[in-house]
């Protein structure tokens, strides 16, 4: 009897060690919270085609999305937002408000824009932006609060797949020899013949699975949302990334936050096709093919046996780009002729090319670094779920630095979040640098300071267990 006595007792302290065990590994719940952050007045719009453009009127609704994680006593919120960037003047404040509401520290919000160019351009001071940042801290609260109030145990699934045809190099080389550098129709002389540098076409999928809810979808896509064309130019719009969004969520059964890619030199199919312009509704068929795929892809994800989440983030300081910001010194005639003859001018084209820039844009874009420091400081996030990598990246990555991540990653999939954090603005390649790419003329840093943030993203990656 003793004996049976010591093996029952033996058999529940096991037992109890085993549940201690998995208590401690702790279950992984998600929820998913979403508002609208639509303006209520006309705000001032960014990118394109370099004029000043202000909202006349929505074409589909601007949200937040919020996806909350929780294990144990840690929850991190993943935001997603329909808006060109994520400066920090609204970032900031807006954690704070958040946090403050929630109890969820500020460094466990992560917050990511669409960037999509029909929305405010929440980095310019405009009228009625105290009224919409109110708006805009009231929206990003609720849809904290409603994810968080939404947590259910879920399994996690991923997968990728490649698109066809989805996602283009911004950067085209012509028939005479020369370059096309941006997205706005500069095609000039010949035929388009080949990408300068890789496009990257992976769709990647985090399906958060939920028991008697609905299951929530993590999309990461590296395409570029310039939707500004035609009649379209001056209406509000999430893009091509909210009608991926809707169209999954109406045809997939499924709640979906989408994330922008590495995305920095990567365009849509739509915008070399014709004049290079978007018109009005060319975005939605974009979008719906994107959907397509992503709902085919659902049925082949791979289950993760063990979801344990961690987050790590470092400081990161790189150099200038003093070699621009130079070179605006022998500029100053492209603003002198620029002002005589008009900015879009044949003598100041002409002036701009002289002094190597292809418009007076970029010539003038340099002159607000001038006075910058020599260095410029910014933070590295990742997160981990199981063997799930995540990289924000507070700036615009270019693709090749986003395969070169995936790739060499040390994990099953590595899924890329840019234009978060404090947006830091655009990060050209070396290679985008030698061809004298637009956003080579008016990025903040050094040549050479994206292939050191992709071997540290790596780094910080395969550090994180």
């Not at 993943?78 to 960037?85: K, R, V």
């Not at 399906?207 to 979808?217: E, H, P, S, T, Y």
């Not at 739509?270 to 018109?279: D, N, R, T």
């Amino acid at each position: 009897m003793k004996r049976i006595f010591i093996l029952i007792l033996t058999l529940a302290l096991v037992l109890g060690l085993c549940a201690c065990g998995s208590a401690s590994a702790g279950s992984l719940q998600a929820g998913f919270g979403r508002a609208s952050i639509m303006p209520k007045t006309s705000v001032p719009l960014a990118g394109g085609d370099w004029t000043k453009r202000y909202s006349t009127g929505e074409m589909d609704d601007l949200s937040i999305t919020c996806v909350a994680l929780r294990q144990q006593e840690q929850t991190i919120l993943l935001y997603s937002m329909d808006l060109i960037t994520a400066t920090d003047n609204f970032v900031d404040p807006t954690k704070a408000a958040i946090s403050k509401a929630t109890g969820v520290p500020q460094e466990n919000i992560l917050m990511n824009a669409t960037h999509t160019h029909s929305a405010p351009a929440i980095r310019n001071d405009f009228d009625g932006v105290v009224e919409y940042r109110e708006l805009f801290f009231k929206a990003a609260v609720q849809a904290a609060t409603d994810a968080i109030a939404d947590l259910a145990k879920a399994e996690v699934y991923y997968g990728s797949t490649m698109t066809e045809g989805m996602a283009f190099v911004r950067h085209y080389l012509l028939s005479d020899g020369s370059y096309a550098g941006s997205n706005f129709g500069n095609f000039e002389n010949g035929e388009i013949l080949g990408h300068s540098t890789e496009a990257d076409g992976e769709l990647q999928l985090v399906k958060l699975a939920r028991k008697n809810k609905k299951d929530v979808l993590l999309m990461s896509f590296p395409a570029h949302a310039t939707f500004n064309g035609g009649s379209a130019q001056t209406k509000l719009s999430a893009d091509f990334p909210g009608i991926a969004r809707a169209y999954v969520e109406e045809h997939g059964d499924v709640l979906t936050a989408y994330f922008i890619g590495a995305a920095g030199d990567q365009i849509s199919r739509s915008s070399i096709e014709g004049e290079g312009k978007f018109q009005k509704d060319e975005y939605r068929p974009y979008g719906e093919a994107l959907g397509k795929y992503a709902i085919d892809a659902l049925g082949n994800l791979v289950k993760m046996k063990n979801a344990g989440m961690a987050l790590s983030t470092v400081t990161f300081t790189g150099k200038s780009n003093k070699e621009k910001v130079e070179k605006f010194l022998e500029a100053k005639s492209v603003v002198a002729v620029a002002r005589e003859y008009g900015v879009s001018a044949p003598e100041t084209i002409a002036a701009a090319r002289e002094n190597g820039f292809s418009s007076y844009y970029e010539a003038n874009a340099v002159k607000n670094r001038i006075s910058a420091p020599a260095t410029r400081s910014m933070e590295l996030r990742v997160m981990k779920l199981g063997n799930l990598g995540f990289v924000f990246a507070p700036y615009e990555m270019f693709s090749t630095q986003g395969m070169y991540i995936k790739n060499n990653a040390d994990c099953d999939m590595t899924f890329i979040v840019t234009n978060s954090e404090g947006d830091m603005g655009y990060m050209p390649s070396r290679k985008g640098i030698e061809i004298g790419s637009y956003e080579a003329c008016v990025t903040d840093f050094a040549p050479g300071t994206a292939e050191t943030l992709a071997e540290e993203f790596v780094k910080l990656l395969d550090a994180v267990k």
